[in-house]
């Protein structure tokens, strides 16, 4: 199997999310034209990979519950076609091969069941990593924390991110 049609066979991929998650993203992502209290992301896909980000961020793998509490979501392939978001979100996925349990270099030689449970770890790390960040959203949705503001998702992410600086200029000290 080639890189590209490894890459296209993850893009036809609809990964799940728990049906518990469902108000928070009603209430942060904006389908339609409806208003909310809250700052908004346009389609879902948007906050679902905010959401990795964040749970990639802060170290927040969540397993998802049972498939029969999940919704199916769309295709990775149909989230914001010709945009680089996408390449984005693999990019990253890739970066932690050895934790999705796979070496590059084998790709190339294994058999497509060894591929296809390949590609299955790959959606389940993404599953389980916006499951997290989904789960750190309702905590501060949950406690009052989560303010409202054109910038929310911007200084959330940003405030992580400083997080982890702070830690990385910490340990390097010792």
Do not use: C
């Not at 728990?18 to 879902?44: D, T, V």
């Not at 990979?49 to 990639?56: K, P």
């Not at 769309?74 to 914001?80: E, L, Q, R, V």
């Not at 054109?150 to 997080?163: A, T």
């Amino acid at each position: 199997m080639t890189s590209q049609e490894f890459k296209n066979t993850i893009l036809i991929k609809s990964p799940h999310y728990a049906n518990s998650r469902i108000p928070l993203i009603q209430l942060l992502a904006n389908k339609g034209s409806k208003k909310s209290e809250y700052s908004q992301f346009g389609p879902i896909y948007e906050l679902y990979i905010y959401a990795f980000m964040l749970g990639i961020k802060k170290n927040l793998r969540l397993p998802l519950p049972p498939r029969s509490l999940t919704t199916e979501f769309a295709k990775i392939g149909t989230w914001k076609r010709d945009s680089s978001l996408v390449d984005f979100l693999l990019m990253i996925v890739f970066t932690r091969s050895e934790e999705i349990g796979f070496e590059w270099n084998d790709l190339e030689e294994m058999e497509d069941a060894e591929l296809n449970s390949v590609i299955s770890k790959i959606i389940v790390f993404i599953e389980e990593y916006a499951n997290g960040g989904l789960e750190y959203l309702h905590g501060l949705l949950d406690k009052g924390e989560l303010e409202n503001s054109h910038y929310m998702f911007i200084d959330l992410y940003k405030e992580n991110l400083q997080d982890t600086i702070s830690k990385s200029v910490k340990q390097n000290r010792l």
